[in-house]
């Protein structure tokens, strides 16, 4: 007698029916496959337009299992849908209504689905009809004088979250796992000389890198505001959060933003949005021209471009760069392994001055150098009025001497007297 066979009670019959359909359920599955918040957007809003394309009907989830049980029981049924939505792309590229790596995107979402509903789909023959996309976009990193009108755009916000990826290089995302508490800063003799920063803490995709004294101040400066609103600041408090209503005791009933109090994590997304608004408001974003599909700089992505520009042509090691943006160097991972202090040496060697914004502080840098330059000076001037004033001492002490007859005058004791002047 099967399993099916055996009289299970009302209750224990649901839990295994329920279990079977969570982990058979294509959509279920396609979901859990899905990890990041903005890849899991994306990718659902990809495979919705697929199979509106093939004509289903009803809620996304709805379509997506119509699909993979018709798929299921005819895969030439499914291997034909997908090569005709793909078709259509293909002329969609040619009539350059969209780019080619927007179609490569497609075919990741959909094929990430069939995957895991174990529609058996030759994705080989796919991809063999598929333009080849060029490996890294068209765009660029913005200016320096760009990043310094965005972070004019009037969010407390905004100065800390441009100054931080800028000086740091690190991917939108980290700022889903970015607490105070991960930043520390770097003394030297005495002075901020930089700040370490642990990205994408308690994952495995962990790592170092590091920022301007530029960016840390900033940083402290939103801290302790929020400090004196009244939150409970902790090494555990997000780096970024909502903002909150400033008269909102006496505007209770009136107020959509948040409470100082219960602060809320500002994620990524919001993280882009914020630089978005910043840059549509300062007349850095403009609608694209006919036939152009992107802007001149993505929206976060060129800081990081930015900080990887501005560290070589400073001088950081290439490879040092790489670390510090948290890539893969290929089979060096399992060679080159610097420690933080080298890192770090490397960085403020070269990229402090490149990295900084703000020209009040380069120009503070540059004040406090000559002031230093001129104190050396200042005291080697006094060394030798110093030197001076003990040599006219000597001379009018021997001349002394020689009036008293106690010394008689020889050309060769001038001479000496003579040869022990210092040159100024």
Same mark, same amino acid.
């Given at each position: 007698?099967?399993?099916?066979?055996?009289?299970?009670? %009302?209750?224990? @019959?649901?839990?295994?029916?329920?279990?079977?359909?969570?982990?058979?359920?294509?959509?279920?599955?396609? /979901?859990? =496959? /899905?990890?990041?918040?903005?890849?899991?957007?994306?990718?659902?809003?990809? &495979?919705?337009?697929?199979?509106?394309?093939?004509?289903?009907?009803?809620?996304?989830?709805?379509?997506?299992?119509?699909?993979?049980?018709?798929?299921?029981?005819?895969?030439?049924?499914?291997?034909?849908?997908?090569?005709?939505?793909?078709?259509?792309?293909?002329?969609?590229?040619?009539?350059?209504?969209? =780019?080619?790596?927007?179609?490569?995107?497609?075919?990741?979402?959909?094929?990430?689905?069939?995957? *895991?509903?174990?529609?058996?789909?030759?994705?080989?023959?796919?991809?063999?009809?598929?333009?080849?996309?060029?490996?890294?976009?068209?765009?660029?990193?913005? @200016? &320096?004088?760009?990043?310094?009108?965005?972070?004019? !755009?009037?969010?407390?916000?905004?100065?800390?979250?441009? #100054?931080?990826?800028?000086?740091?290089?690190?991917?939108?995302?980290?700022?889903?796992?970015?607490? !105070?508490?991960?930043?520390?800063?770097?003394?030297?003799?005495?002075?901020?000389?930089?700040?370490?920063?642990?990205?994408?803490?308690?994952?495995?995709?962990?790592?170092?890198?590091?920022?301007?004294?530029?960016?840390?101040?900033?940083?402290?400066?939103?801290?302790?505001?929020?400090?004196?609103?009244?939150?409970?600041?902790?090494?555990?408090?997000?780096? *970024?959060?909502?903002?909150?209503?400033?008269?909102?005791?006496?505007?209770?009933?009136?107020?959509?933003?948040?409470?100082?109090?219960?602060?809320?994590? /500002?994620?990524?997304?919001?993280?882009?949005? /914020?630089?978005?608004? =910043?840059?549509?408001?300062?007349?850095?974003?403009?609608?694209?021209?006919?036939?152009?599909?992107?802007?001149?700089?993505?929206? #976060?992505?060129?800081?990081?471009?930015?900080?990887?520009?501005?560290? %070589?042509?400073?001088?950081?090691?290439?490879?040092?760069?790489?670390?510090?943006?948290?890539?893969?160097?290929?089979?060096?991972?399992?060679?080159?392994?610097?420690?933080?202090?080298?890192?770090?040496?490397?960085?403020?060697?070269?990229?402090?001055?490149?990295? @900084?914004?703000?020209?009040?502080?380069?120009?503070?840098?540059?004040?406090?150098? &000559?002031?230093?330059?001129?104190?050396?000076?200042?005291?080697?001037?006094?060394?030798?009025?110093?030197?001076?004033?003990?040599?006219?001492?000597?001379?009018?002490?021997?001349?002394? &001497?020689?009036?008293?007859?106690?010394?008689?005058?020889?050309?060769?004791?001038?001479?000496?007297?003579?040869?022990?002047?210092?040159?100024?």
């Amino acid at each position: 007698m099967g399993i099916r066979d055996h009289v299970i009670p %009302e209750k224990q @019959t649901t839990t295994i029916i329920t279990l079977e359909t969570s982990t058979t359920d294509p959509w279920m599955l396609f /979901l859990y =496959a /899905l990890k990041a918040p903005a890849t899991r957007d994306k990718y659902i809003e990809r &495979l919705t337009k697929f199979l509106d394309f093939l004509g289903y009907a009803g809620t996304k989830e709805e379509k997506a299992r119509a699909f993979a049980a018709q798929a299921r029981a005819d895969p030439i049924y499914a291997f034909n849908c997908v090569l005709k939505f793909f078709q259509s792309k293909r002329e969609q590229i040619d009539r350059k209504e969209m =780019a080619i790596g927007t179609v490569r995107n497609y075919v990741k979402s959909i094929k990430l689905f069939c995957d *895991m509903a174990d529609l058996q789909i030759t994705w080989a023959k796919i991809a063999r009809g598929l333009p080849r996309a060029k490996r890294f976009a068209d765009d660029r990193a913005p @200016t &320096l004088q760009e990043i310094r009108k965005i972070v004019e !755009y009037p969010d407390r916000r905004i100065k800390p979250v441009v #100054c931080m990826m800028a000086s740091t290089g690190i991917r939108v995302g980290a700022w889903d796992h970015l607490k !105070y508490g991960h930043i520390t800063p770097i003394e030297r003799e005495g002075k901020l000389a930089a700040a370490k920063v642990l990205v994408y803490a308690g994952t495995p995709d962990s790592y170092v890198t590091f920022m301007t004294p530029e960016a840390y101040r900033e940083v402290e400066t939103w801290m302790k505001f929020r400090k004196q609103c009244g939150e409970k600041i902790s090494s555990d408090s997000w780096v *970024m959060r909502d903002l909150w209503d400033t008269e909102a005791a006496i505007r209770r009933n009136m107020h959509t933003t948040g409470v100082v109090t219960m602060p809320k994590k /500002l994620s990524s997304v919001g993280v882009k949005r /914020l630089i978005e608004r =910043a840059l549509w408001a300062q007349g850095l974003r403009k609608d694209l021209e006919e036939g152009k599909k992107r802007h001149e700089f993505a929206t #976060c992505h060129s800081l990081r471009k930015y900080f990887k520009t501005r560290c %070589e042509l400073a001088g950081v090691k290439p490879i040092n760069v790489e670390n510090l943006m948290g890539h893969s160097t290929g089979i060096s991972d399992a060679y080159y392994r610097p420690n933080e202090s080298e890192l770090l040496d490397d960085y403020l060697k070269a990229a402090i001055d490149s990295l @900084t914004i703000d020209d009040t502080r380069r120009l503070k840098i540059e004040v406090e150098t &000559l002031r230093a330059d001129i104190s050396e000076l200042e005291q080697k001037d006094k060394r030798i009025e110093e030197l001076e004033r003990k040599q006219r001492q000597f001379e009018t002490a021997f001349q002394s &001497l020689i009036d008293s007859g106690m010394v008689k005058p020889h050309i060769e004791s001038e001479s000496i007297i003579s040869s022990k002047k210092p040159d100024r």
